[in-house]
């Protein structure tokens, strides 16, 4: 009987512990499946108590906490510290991300957000280097929105990661209809001609990182054949980096690009291709406004310097040289030179800051002229969100030109004379705008858009000599499933001298829409469209074009070339 009384409140107490587990069965319950161990309820768990205050998480932090899960800017939750909001994919453990390799995720499309973003990053042993002592959490992975200074040329590539060398050919067959440079001219114009063009391409590309160093090389050509104009010619491109990492704060970088285009190269090439952005062109050094049935070769050398002092704060210095050689009567050649500092702090998260100094100075063939500039500003990046970024920047440049000018003589002097013109040495000085602009937005993994404006200094198209350049591109790029690619892209482009009166000016429109399909591994087949519209005055250069194109590549993966 004794033991009877001291058995019945045991049996009373696991009883009320089973009733009360009934009433609080675990979501694996729920669901049924019994064999699901309980868990403890999110409710109840300690880590709902906001350490900061040491209360419970009201309902404006818990949707503030759910928001910050799908921005990258917001520092990533620490695995091991309690708390009820679960990891995202973003905030993976930093073992599990270690993991991941590029074949795991999908690549991100050419100049989007997340191209930009993964190309910041150096070799491996620059990255591994940083400084761990200022490092904010969650800042290893994220550097801040990209800007557009850091000795920003056509020729330097922004991407950083490793590629194996391979070798690509190609054939590709175009149409041109309507007013085609290289025909008689009548009436001060080009005749109206329907031409096709046939094109071999061949190009080589790659990049490989060591531990404290990277080279990367683009080489492409082409030679198109043209058969009712005289445009025919080949077209060769180098472009060659190498980055040497000396510190772990110190790195140094060699840019070299060599240019050989035929007269056919402008007709070609009417834009940019996909990824590339005006705003991250130098156009100081890196002109693209050529005037059309010429030949130019140019060359252009770029060595820098960046110094990381902290996660936030660095400074870069480069100085640049270049050559222009034009063929064609009355074209001018360039040789210049420029030297450029920049200094950049990553304020927030989301926003970057900074400034930036540079002399350029051009020398144009047979001394008729010569100028001399200075520019300055301020840098300015900023992501509205994960997934839109703004990157600016805005100055001024004061440019002093000497050259030889023709003018009237007034008219008695002109009698005494006998001729009714004479050359000065004139001097001008000029205050002008140098502002560049891009905004990226990415819809997703499939599809992205940018917008980009650029305006500044420029040392002309061989006619106009030292000018001022203003452009503005237009981009959307998407994926049309796992093989099929697609982008359109329009711009608008003036050129007008800043020291010759009476040229006029040099202005452009263009459009253009392209799909590519992988046919199977390794071939690749693509289509364009392209229309341009050029305004150019007291010249008979081309009007209008509509050019249809058709090309096929074959890039042989398996025979990846080994460096």
């Known amino acids: 009987m004794a033991r009877a009384i001291y058995f019945l409140p045991v049996c009373l107490l696991i009883s009320g512990i089973a009733l009360q587990a009934q009433e609080q069965p675990t979501p694996a319950q729920s669901a049924g499946d019994p064999a699901q161990p309980a868990a403890p309820s999110p409710q109840t768990a300690p880590a709902a108590t906001n350490p900061a205050t040491g209360l419970p998480y009201t309902a404006a932090e818990l949707r503030e906490k759910e928001i910050d899960k799908y921005d990258p800017l917001k520092p990533a939750v620490d695995p091991t510290v309690p708390d009820p909001i679960r990891l995202t994919d973003r905030e993976q453990a930093p073992a599990a991300a270690a993991s991941l390799t590029p074949s795991d995720t999908e690549q991100p499309l050419p100049g989007s957000v997340a191209a930009s973003n993964s190309m910041k990053t150096t070799s491996a042993a620059g990255s591994s280097q940083g400084d761990a002592a200022d490092a904010l959490a969650g800042d290893s992975d994220y550097s801040g929105p990209a800007v557009l200074t850091r000795a920003y040329t056509l020729a330097r590539p ?96 060699l840019v070299e690009s060599l240019q050989s285009l035929s007269q056919n190269y402008s007709l070609e090439n009417t834009g940019l291709e996909p990824g590339s952005s005006v705003a991250n062109i130098n156009l100081a050094t890196s002109p693209f406004v050529q005037i059309l049935d010429n030949t130019v070769r140019q060359s252009n050398s770029t060595v820098s310097m960046s110094y990381q002092k902290s996660t936030r704060l660095s400074y870069e210095v480069s100085g640049s040289y270049f050559l222009i050689a034009r063929t064609g009567a009355g074209l001018a050649g360039t040789t210049g030179y420029q030297g450029m500092a920049d200094v950049n702090y990553r304020w927030t998260r989301k926003a970057t800051v900074g400034a930036y100094y540079s002399f350029t100075g051009y020398r144009f063939s047979h001394n008729i002229a010569q100028s001399d500039s200075n520019g300055a500003g301020l840098i300015y990046s900023y992501a509205l969100d994960r997934r839109t970024q703004l990157r600016t920047r805005g100055g001024v440049a004061r440019i002093s030109t000497r050259s030889y000018e023709t003018i009237a003589l007034p008219p008695e002097l002109a009698a005494i004379l006998g001729q009714g013109s004479t050359v000065i040495n004139a001097y001008t000085l000029r205050l002008i705008s140098d502002v560049s602009a891009e905004l990226v937005r990415d819809f997703g993994r499939e599809h992205t858009a940018s917008l980009s404006f650029a305006k500044g200094e420029s040392p002309g198209n061989g006619v106009q000599l030292t000018s001022s350049q203003e452009t503005i591109t237009g981009g959307y790029s998407m994926r049309l499933g796992k093989r099929i690619s697609a982008n359109f892209s329009a711009s608008y482009y003036s050129l007008e001298s800043l020291a010759q009166s009476g040229l006029g000016f040099y202005k452009g429109e263009t459009a253009g829409f392209g799909l590519s399909r992988e046919i199977r591994r390794g071939v690749i087949s693509t289509f364009r469209v392209d229309y341009r519209r050029y305004d150019i005055s007291n010249s008979p250069l081309l009007q209008r074009d509509l050019r249809f194109t058709f090309g096929v590549a074959w890039n042989p993966r398996e025979n990846s070339l080994r460096f």
């Not at 080279?215 to 190498?242: C, E, F, K, Q, V």
Request: hydrophobic share 35%; aromatic share 12%; net charge positive.
């Open 158 to 253: 922004m991407d950083s990661q490793q590629l194996k060398w391979k070798v690509t050919l190609g054939f590709t067959w175009g149409l041109d209809i309507g007013q085609v440079p290289g025909e008689a001219i009548s009436n001060g114009v080009y005749p109206s001609v329907v031409s096709q063009s046939r094109s071999p391409t061949w190009s080589l590309n790659g990049r490989h990182t060591w531990k404290f160093d990277q080279l990367g090389i683009i080489y492409s050509g082409n030679y198109s054949d043209y058969t009712a104009t005289r445009l025919s010619g080949l077209n060769n491109t180098l472009n060659l980096d190498y980055t040497h990492v000396i510190s772990r704060r110190l790195a140094f970088h």
